[in-house]
């Protein structure tokens, strides 16, 4: 259980760790970690591994939005129908259910701000059960993934200290 | 004027810094890994900066009571009593500018000129100049590896005679990493007991021990104990100079009386910073320190296992987060290894001997440092050690 926590969380932040260096901080051997590693993907606890990207620095042009999504729940259906026709188009990165003023949260990613716009008004507007959107786009980001991205605290530590 | 004849002869007698003689190589040299550096790389968590800062903008800028903060030595009495059993009250402690700063106090407090003052070694570098800045003489009482660096009881027993009035007891220990278990403790203060020596127990990392919970000299033996202590490692906390020293009250007011007259007070900041730490750490079980501790620890394991897979004689530390590898066996002294480690691997270390003569033949190697940084530097000893064959 501790092993299995200090795997998701060392690779998490850094997936490219070798079992092997996982081992030695976890004071484990590679094979058992190699192993549980195998049985999270099997399981699927562990979906891919991926890098994440300072999309104001990225050569790939991206523009992001949260769109506030109301929608009327449908008998017997609730809301997951109504999520899945969302989550379905390719251009939605999120889509959470929400406690509070509106429903469903989605997060969105287009090369344009008129790629977003078009997707809603076109796409997800007219959706049956959905009966209103408010568009919120990413001005800046500060922080994400528990990564902060822009200019922060630079360390000086003097090289030899006693 | 001739300069030699108007300074001091404790100030001149003390051999310069072989840290300060390495920084300065070190520093002016480009794409260097430092595995050189004794403080974390964290930056202090930002729940006590902002506390601090907080502060600052409602005008906390005054001096406070010479002892420090009633409120921050409450906690502080509080914070060691919980932790590790040691119970002084908030008349028997005093806020420091670093730990520091209470180890000069407590030399100055007790030495008068002559006064031996038993240090084990290799061990930090502050403790010898500072006792010969306060006339004492400081004396080296060798640790071993195979002790797994504790102070033996019949080492330090040996060293013991009628000039001897205070035991530095450095746990967990820069630079070797090596810590004092119960057993060990109380048989170095079995010897001790029935004689007037005073045992100044510099703990400052005291939450940096791997696999158990430290153990403080002070425990039960606080009447003869100065237990020293402070902020700089455990919470990131080295660039606010806070820490702290409690002991028996007629040996503290005479710290106080020093501390009055030379320094007023610890700044107000610090000590602002220094109630958040220990409030949110009382209140939170310790989770931001559980949290540096934690990547220390992943860190000194990876450490030490590059170290064995490279074949040189190392012992596992068990607290601080420091390694102290051999390199006797490349026929070099340590000064030499960490000069060519520093110009053909462009790694720096620091050499064993500047702890001591005792630290001859090993170098020290901080793990805090990030794991990319620590991975790199071990792939650099090893090709810097496979082109020495
Ligand atoms: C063993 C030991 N004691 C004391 C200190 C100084 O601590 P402070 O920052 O509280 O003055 C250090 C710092 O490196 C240390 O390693």
């Known amino acids: ?162 | 004027m001739n300069y030699d004849k108007v300074l001091a002869s404790p100030v001149v007698s003390i051999p310069p810094s072989g840290i300060r003689r390495f920084f300065d190589v070190a520093s002016t040299m480009q794409g260097v890994i430092s595995l050189g550096v004794g403080e974390p790389d964290f930056v202090t968590p930002w729940n006590i900066r902002e506390a601090s800062i907080h502060s600052i903008e409602h005008g906390r800028t005054h001096y406070t009571s010479n002892h420090g903060m009633p409120e921050l030595r409450e906690l502080i009495c509080e914070y060691l009593s919980r932790r590790y059993g040691v119970r002084y009250d908030l008349s028997s402690c005093l806020v420091t500018v670093g730990a520091s700063e209470a180890l000069d106090l407590a030399f100055r407090a007790l030495l008068n000129p002559g006064d031996e003052v038993l240090i084990p070694a290799p061990s930090y570098v502050s403790y010898a100049p500072c006792v010969t800045l306060a006339h004492g003489i400081p004396v080296a009482v060798p640790t071993y590896e195979e002790d797994a660096y504790a102070l033996r009881a019949d080492v330090l027993e040996s060293f013991l005679n009628e000039r001897t009035k205070a035991v530095i007891l450095p746990y967990p220990n820069n630079p070797t990493g090596g810590i004092m278990t119960r057993p060990q403790i109380d048989a170095v203060t079995r010897v001790l007991s029935g004689r007037d020596v005073v045992m100044i127990a510099d703990e400052i990392y005291s939450e940096l021990t791997y696999g158990g919970t430290h153990e403080s000299f002070a425990k039960g033996m606080e009447d003869r104990t100065i237990l020293i202590n402070g902020f700089s490692k455990a919470f990131a906390m080295t660039g606010w100079r806070l820490g702290y020293a409690c002991g028996p009250k007629p040996l503290i007011d005479m710290m106080v009386k020093i501390h009055q007259y030379t320094m007023l007070c610890a700044p107000v900041m610090a000590q602002t910073a220094g109630i958040e730490a220990l409030k949110d750490a009382l209140s939170s079980d310790f989770a931001q320190v559980r949290a540096m501790r934690n990547a220390y620890n992943r860190r000194r394991l990876l450490i030490y296992e590059g170290f064995k897979d490279m074949g040189l004689p190392v012992f596992e530390p068990r607290g601080a987060f420091y390694i102290f590898p051999s390199i006797r066996e490349t026929g070099m002294t340590s000064e030499q290894f960490c000069e060519r480690l520093l110009k053909e691997g462009r790694v720096a270390t620091v050499p064993g001997n500047a702890f001591g003569d005792a630290g001859e033949g090993h170098i020290r190697c901080s793990y805090a440092a990030s794991t990319d940084n620590i991975m790199e530097s071990l792939r650099r000893i090893r090709v810097f050690l496979n082109h020495l064959n």
């Open chain 1, 1 to 162: 259980m501790q092993l299995t926590q200090e795997i998701l969380t060392l690779l998490q932040q850094d997936s490219t760790l070798s079992p092997k260096a996982i081992a030695q901080m976890t004071g484990s051997d590679e094979e058992t970690v190699r192993a549980e590693i195998e049985r999270l993907r099997d399981e699927g606890v562990i979906l891919g591994y991926t890098i994440r990207i300072n999309t104001e620095k990225s050569p790939i042009p991206t523009v992001e939005a949260m769109i506030e999504v109301k929608v009327s729940p449908q008998r017997d259906l609730g809301y997951n129908d109504i999520a899945r026709r969302i989550y379905k188009f390719p251009e939605v990165e999120s889509v959470f259910l929400m406690s509070g003023a509106y429903d469903l949260a989605v997060k969105i990613q287009a090369p344009t701000m008129q790629a977003i716009s078009a997707f809603v008004w076109e796409k997800l507007a007219v959706l049956d059960g959905v009966t209103g959107t408010a568009t919120l786009f990413i001005m800046r980001k500060y922080k994400e993934n528990g990564t902060i991205l822009v200019e922060d605290e630079v360390p000086e530590r003097l090289v030899i200290t006693p």
